[in-house]
């Protein structure tokens, strides 16, 4: 069955995915940022099949990830070098290191990152390259690009933090003052309504 195509969504995570998100691609390229540029080097270490890893090598060069490039004639032999954009994709191989540190290393932590001059583990975080301001959802927001369709603008407008808390808030009035009940007219002492 052939898998459905995100090259035609809008969205950059979902066209990210299709070049990376299959994950033996991940893992491919983790092994590239650590050096490893040859075919027999990426299957030993990551104990993939021939015909698994010779498509998946050929999709990243074909995504720009990686560039092919011959270092043997005879016989004729290739490497696998990370591109400018493949080297783009470090930060996210750092969070998603950190990430599953975080919630999936039971054991503990079988790899940690550190300063180089230091040997001090590092905590990475997602800043903004010109504030130097930790992002995170109550500070930052995603807002339609110059590029975006119709779609993707009623989709961020929808799920924005200050719309989603005004939509919130308008529903909670609106239920306080439906659950609100009704004055009634005042009454005497003796129980009977009181006439106006």
Same mark, same amino acid.
């Given at each position: 069955?052939?898998?459905?195509?995100?090259?035609?969504?809008?969205?950059?995570?979902?066209?990210? !995915?299709?070049?990376?998100?299959?994950?033996?691609? =991940?893992?491919?390229?983790? *092994?590239?940022?650590?050096g490893?540029?040859?075919?027999?080097e990426?299957?030993?270490? $990551?104990?993939?099949?021939?015909?698994?890893?010779?498509r998946?090598?050929s @999709? $990243?060069?074909e995504a720009? !990830?990686?560039?092919? /490039?011959?270092?043997?004639e /005879?016989?004729?032999?290739?490497?696998?070098?990370l591109?400018? &954009?493949? &080297?783009?994709? /470090?930060? #996210? !191989? =750092?969070?998603l290191?950190?990430?599953?540190?975080?919630?999936?290393?039971?054991?503990g932590l079988? +790899? +940690?990152?550190? *300063? #180089?001059? %230091?040997?001090?583990?590092?905590?990475?975080?997602l #800043?903004?390259?010109l504030?130097?301001?930790?992002?995170?959802? $109550? %500070?930052?927001?995603?807002l339609?690009?110059?590029? @975006?369709?119709? /779609? =993707?603008?009623?989709? !961020?407008?929808?799920?924005?933090?200050?719309?989603a808390?005004?939509?919130?808030?308008?529903?909670?009035?609106?239920?306080? $003052?439906?659950?609100?009940p009704k004055?009634s @007219?005042?009454?005497?002492?003796?129980?009977k309504?009181?006439? @106006?």
């Open positions: 069955m052939k898998r459905k195509s995100f090259e035609k969504m809008q969205c950059p995570v979902a066209r990210s !995915l299709e070049h990376v998100g299959e994950w033996w691609s =991940i893992l491919i390229l983790r *092994d590239a940022m650590h490893m540029t040859r075919f027999d990426f299957q030993k270490s $990551l104990e993939i099949a021939p015909n698994i890893l010779t998946r090598l @999709a $990243l060069v720009g !990830l990686l560039e092919r /490039r011959q270092y043997c /005879r016989p004729p032999r290739h490497e696998y070098v591109t400018e &954009r493949g &080297r783009d994709f /470090r930060p #996210v !191989l =750092i969070s290191q950190v990430w599953g540190n975080r919630h999936f290393a039971p054991e079988s +790899v +940690v990152l550190t *300063d #180089v001059e %230091t040997g001090v583990k590092v905590d990475p975080m #800043v903004d390259r504030t130097g301001q930790p992002i995170n959802q $109550l %500070t930052h927001k995603n339609p690009g110059p590029a @975006a369709s119709e /779609r =993707i603008k009623r989709k !961020l407008k929808k799920n924005s933090p200050s719309e808390a005004s939509s919130k808030s308008n529903s909670l009035k609106s239920n306080s $003052l439906k659950s609100k004055p @007219a005042p009454r005497h002492a003796s129980g309504n009181r006439p @106006a």
